[in-house]
Each structure stands twice: as C-alpha cells, then as structure tokens.
C-alpha cells in the first residue's frame, strides 16, 4: 500500500511541478477544511470509472453534430474537450469518467482526499468520524455548515436518503454498497454507517460519486426514493439528468448527450466560490480533433489525447502537457456461457489467445507510457504482481492449445467500441488483435458500434468476445473482486458463475474478501493471478499512457487519478 501511494503521489508530485513550470499552481480546496477525523482512515484510494454495466438514461439524445465550441477565450468559461461516456447523471446511476468530473462539483461526498495527493483520506460534508473496534460500524458528524444548492441545510436525513437510494435502485455502482446494513441518522448531524462485516476499503468507496448527498427533499419531489424497492419506483433520474440536487460549487445548466455538458458556479456555494463561473464539457470523441480544437484555441483542457498527438504540443508555448501512467486495463473478454461464447468458453481457447498476442507490439501502439500490465490488476496497486511478470507470446503454445481444444480453425466476432477512450482508438487496437489471432488460424470479424450500443451489449453479457477498459472504482486489490466468478464483470459481463468455474477461485475470492492485513491480502491476490494467469475469461493487453494537455492560460489544473478533473480549482 505505502509503495501504491508512493507511486501516485510522485505523479502528482509531478503534475504540480511541471504546472508550476509553466506559470499553472495548485489551488486551496474550495471547501474550508472541518475538524480532523478522530479515527484515522484507511489509504486506499478511489477513481473513476470508465466500463462498468450502464443504467438506463433518461437524458436527450443528441440529434445534430456538436456545435463549434466557444467561450474558451473567456476568462470566466472553462471549455473540455473529452469523449464523452455518459449513460446517467443521477447520482446513484452514474458510473462512468465523464459524470464523475461533473459530480465531483455539481455534489459533495461525506470524505474525499486532498486535492493534489492521496495520502489521506480528508472531511467533505463530514468533519469528523469515528470507526468501531470491530470495523462494522462508521459514526460520521456532519458540518453544520455545510448547504445546498438552495440554501437548505445537508442533514443526517439526506445522508441516509442518499447512501440506501444508491444501493437500493441497483444501478451501475450499487454493488459498492452491498456490504451497507443500515444507514441511520441518530439526530439531525450524526450518521451511522454499519456494515454486514468489515471493510477497510469503505471510506474510499464513499468517495465515490455515487455516493454523493442529494437533497432529499427536492429528490423526492422529483419522483425519487430510497424504498427497497427504488430500482422499480424511483422516477428522478430524467430530472436529474438535467437538474442537480448537491451541495458543491456549481449546479448542473444542461446535458445535451452526445453534444456537451454545461455546469455554472452554484452562487449559494457554502464553501470558497470557484474562479471559473461556466463549464463546457464538449463531446469530442477522437483525439486527432481535440487537438486541432486546443491548439486553435476552442478548447482549454483536452482530457483524451493519445501517444501520437502529444508531439506537436511539446514546442507550442501556448500548451501545457503532462504525461503519466493510467491505472486503467485494457482487455480482451470472453463470454462463459458456450451458448453466446461458443468456443471462446473453453479454457483452453482463452489461454491460447492470451498466447497469441503480440503484447510488445500493442505495448508500441500505444505510444508514450505505456505499459504491458502482468495480469488484470494494473502496475502499481497494492498486491499487483511486478512488471517484470508480463504476459509474453508464444505461437506454437497457442497453435497446440487450440489443436487440443479442436478450435484450429475458429471464426469469432470482436465487439467494441468505434472511439477512442484514454487516448487508446480501440478500432487499431481491434485490428491488431484480428492480425494477431490471424498467425494461429483464429478468423477475428470485426464488429464496432457506436459507445453507448456496445456498451449496453457489453453489459448484458450479450458478447461473445469484446475488447473493453476498466477504470478502477476504488485503488485497492478488493477493486478486482469485480472480475472474478459472480463478480460485476466476471458474473455479470463474462458470465463466469459459481455453476462453471472452479472452487479454487471460488475459495480464493472469498479469502480475498474475509484478509484484513497487507502481508494477507498480498498473498491471496498474488494466488488469485497466478489462478488467472491460465483459467480465467479475460487478456490484459495494455495499461495506457496518459496525456493531458491545456491552455497554458490556466491555473490550477491537477490531475487527479480518483476524479480526473477538479474544475473548480482552475482558473485563467
């Protein structure tokens, strides 16, 4: 863990000092900052999510190309452009990078951490808390301050409305509350928390977006509700998908999907006002045109650009850059079932396509600092085997893998999405997986479609074989949990149940659960990639380079790997 947060810390280190270079500082925390916890909490940390099951939208589809971009030039509007991946607004469905930058400041959470590190896990709404001996039981004391958008006051009532409507509508990140077996508010500023068993991870969780406070009372009088059964009853989502319910510094104007995403600066804003009055969050989904739009000045901040497009901007004066290293995984899925998977459920089918790929090759195509990661829990998290372990080709394995499997002539459909997502154009990735799998007989049919098609079939378990990403939730092992068997990627997405996978991984899945200390957890994720190395539905291909780039006319900008984006520390 304390290597973990070495390693994003010198990131961040990093980003500062470049920015620092180039004229752009770190900001104070819009949020005046409460009493210190009385208990110290876990460092584990939170990001955000990319490809995770999507919740049913109810915003306006976009019916006509994005309009050219403008206000970049004013020094009160802030103008992003990124591919834009959202499925859902409403906080408690929402689960995908582009809602979690808008609400990161359209809500506020009861913790957070800094805004340039995380070390520490810091008061949001909460200025205090307290954790039981036994770790089932959070006790959180709310700042009394703390308001919303329309001047109410953030109460244990809302906390509690919040917390049971995410778990209780079900929805894409609902999962991160299953351990949650009450939520009680024991008066108007105390919050209590109880957990099934203990979790060292929670406090990270609630970091979470989901896990935003929303006003109850203008929620329920939009047609929410937290009731145990808010996956059929709740109604609020159309509202907010073009309303926001928090209490950060600005408030949601409108969500024109496929198009752009405008935030404005909440002027009841119980914390310090942010310097940027107006955000544009601008649908550019390939890389090659945020550049064109940053350098020609019609965008400030270009949050997807890939390896490829960062030489140009290296002698612009005008642009700021930074590189680093996502924590995201790109990879190949295969389904479980043999009636949607065919061949691609045979574990021997899996393991010799995880032989036949070119990794290096791939590692190149995604240019700057991209890595090969040695399993699906990416470089540098807490328990992740070594770079030095990386997947490595061997054709003739791969060749008598399938003869064995009588698959030597295999023909099978990739599924993925036509874009480009953490600077990797997923259409030249799909290639070189179809050129690879070419060299041991396997045919590869191309089949892309449009981000939110895909993704839809993508979440129901409905593909054969797809090329994905995965943002992790949270930045600890317990994150993978996720793709093992019953998991939300393993259980929902690769259809790898209990009924067709082995109780080894089963057995290994619950330890990981039930380990509380490193040298424990350590050593039942280092069993569960070995077990996966060779039995499992999945190809780690790459963990991509990351590069950000914006006008140098802003300050403030940080990355930040749990949310990206902080928009309201940036000014021009």
Request: charged share 20%; aromatic share 6%.
């Amino acid at each position: 863990m304390k290597q973990r947060l070495s390693q994003i810390l010198g990131l961040l280190a990093a980003t500062a000092l470049f920015l620092a270079a180039c004229g752009g500082t770190p900001t104070a925390s819009p949020t005046a900052a409460p009493a210190a916890p009385t208990t110290a909490a876990p460092t584990s940390a939170a990001a955000a999510p990319t490809a995770a099951p999507a919740a049913t939208a109810a915003a306006p589809a976009a019916t006509a190309a994005p309009a050219p971009a403008t206000g970049a030039a004013d020094s009160k509007t802030l103008v992003i452009g990124m591919a834009e991946d959202s499925a859902s607004l409403d906080p408690a469905r929402a689960y995908e990078t582009t809602p979690g930058i808008v609400n990161r400041v359209a809500y506020q959470t009861l913790v957070t951490f800094p805004d340039n590190s995380v070390e520490t896990i810091i008061p949001m709404l909460a200025e205090k808390w307290e954790i039981s001996s036994d770790g089932k039981t959070y006790t959180f004391t709310l700042n009394a301050n703390a308001r919303f958008s329309d001047g109410s006051p953030v109460t244990a009532e809302d906390v509690v409305f919040s917390l049971n409507r995410t778990k209780n509508i079900k929805g894409n990140p609902s999962f991160l509350a299953a351990n949650f077996a009450s939520v009680e508010a024991e008066n108007a500023t105390t919050v209590v928390l109880t957990l099934t068993e203990p979790d060292a991870a929670t406090l990270s969780k609630l970091i979470f977006p989901a896990f935003s406070i929303v006003n109850k009372k203008l929620v329920t009088a939009n047609g929410g509700t937290d009731a145990a059964d808010a996956d059929t009853t709740d109604k609020a989502e159309q509202w907010l998908n073009a309303n926001s319910a928090g209490s950060g510094p600005y408030k949601l104007e409108k969500w024109e999907r496929g198009v752009e995403t405008v935030l404005v600066a909440n002027p009841g804003f119980w914390g310090k006002a942010p310097a940027i009055e107006r955000v544009i969050i601008r649908n550019l989904p390939e890389a090659a045109a945020q550049k064109t739009a940053l350098e020609a000045g019609d965008i400030d901040l270009a949050l997807g650009l890939g390896a490829d497009q960062i030489g140009g901007l290296q002698t612009n004066p005008n642009i700021s850059l930074f590189e680093g290293l996502r924590e995201t995984v790109v990879f190949l899925i295969f389904n479980n079932d043999p009636a949607i998977g065919g061949q691609l459920a045979d574990a021997k089918v899996q393991r010799a396509i995880r032989l036949a790929l070119d990794y290096e090759g791939m590692q190149a195509l995604g240019g700057g600092k991209t890595v090969i990661p040695p399993s699906m829990m990416p470089l540098g998290f807490p328990g992740a085997w070594p770079a030095e372990k990386a997947p490595t080709r061997n054709v003739e394995e791969a060749k008598k893998l399938l003869a064995e499997a009588n698959a030597s002539s295999l023909t099978v459909d990739l599924d993925y999405p036509d874009t480009t997502l953490v600077g990797i154009n997923f259409g030249t990735f799909a290639q070189k997986v179809q050129a690879d799998l070419a060299e041991v007989g396997i045919t590869v049919n191309l089949k892309p479609a449009a981000l939110q098609p895909a993704l839809e079939k993508y979440r129901s378990g409905q593909q054969p074989f797809g090329l994905w990403l995965w943002n992790p939730d949270f930045i600890d092992a317990t994150d993978r949990l996720a793709f093992l068997p019953e998991g939300k990627v393993g259980g929902t997405r690769a259809n790898w149940k209990n009924s067709n996978s082995s109780a080894d991984i089963q057995q290994l899945r619950d330890e990981a659960k039930a380990v509380t200390t490193d040298e424990q957890r350590n050593a039942v994720w280092d069993k569960i990639q070995a077990y996966m190395e060779t039995n499992s539905p999945y190809a780690a291909l790459v963990q991509p380079s990351l590069q950000i780039a914006h006008s140098s006319a802003l300050k403030g900008y940080v990355y930040h790997p749990a949310w990206e984006v902080d928009v309201s520390l940036i000014s021009k």
